[in-house]
C-alpha cells in the first residue's frame, strides 16, 4: 500500500517537461492557418457575389477564382509565416473582378 507521499514523488519522476519550441511552432501554424483560411473564406464570398450577379462571365470567372483559391491556400499553408500573402492577392484579383463584371 502506497502513501500520498509516494504517490507524489512517483508522479514527480514520470511527469515530462514541456517542449516550448514545439509548442511555440504548432502555435505559428494554427495563426498562418488562421490567416490563410479567414481570407480563403472572403474570396468565396466575393466569388458567390460573382456568380449571383455576373451572368455568364461572372460564372466562369467565379469558377477560376474558386479554384485559384483553393491553390493559393495550399501554397500559403506550406510558406509559413507569410502564407497570408498568395491569398490576399487572388482576394484582390477576384474583388476587382467582381467590381468590372457585376458592374
Not at 457575389?49 to 477564382?65: D, E, K, M, N
Not at 487572388?90 to 467582381?98: N, Q, S
Amino acid at each position: 500500500m502506497t502513501t500520498n507521499r509516494q504517490e507524489e514523488h512517483m508522479s514527480d519522476q514520470t511527469a515530462q517537461t514541456m517542449d516550448y519550441a514545439e509548442h511555440e511552432r504548432t502555435y505559428a501554424g494554427f495563426i498562418n492557418f488562421s490567416k490563410v483560411g479567414t481570407i480563403a473564406l472572403l474570396n468565396i464570398m466575393v466569388c458567390l457575389v460573382l456568380f449571383t450577379f455576373g451572368g455568364t462571365a461572372g460564372s466562369i470567372f467565379g469558377t477560376v477564382f474558386v479554384l485559384a483559391t483553393l491553390a493559393a491556400a495550399a501554397v500559403g499553408l506550406a510558406m509559413g509565416d507569410r502564407g497570408w500573402i498568395p491569398s490576399a492577392g487572388v482576394f484582390v484579383l477576384t474583388g476587382l473582378m467582381a467590381i468590372i463584371t457585376a458592374s
